[in-house]
């Protein structure tokens, strides 16, 4: 199932979504775009069956779409 070093796939997720948006996705999709990888990473990185897979799926997408936002309001609130 998922191990706790599993976890680095936020970061990764991350790193691919701001790939993306420079790319010129626009960044209204980007926890969409999150919550997919996450799905994808899930389901046949993990290695596990499709309902664990997509449970664990959506919680790697989701925390990386938190995480984005997260830090982008934190770092408004700076200024």
Do not use: C, H
Request: hydrophobic content about 50%.
């Amino acid at each position: 199932m998922f191990e706790i070093y599993d976890v680095a796939i936020i970061p990764l997720i991350l790193g691919v979504v701001e790939l993306f948006k420079r790319a010129g996705l626009p960044k209204k999709y980007s926890p969409f775009l999150a919550v997919i990888l996450g799905l994808l990473f899930g389901i046949f990185y993990l290695g596990t069956s499709i309902k664990q897979g997509i449970i664990v799926g959506l919680m790697l997408g989701l925390s990386a779409s938190g995480l984005y936002s997260g830090t982008k309001n934190m770092a408004k609130s700076d200024k």
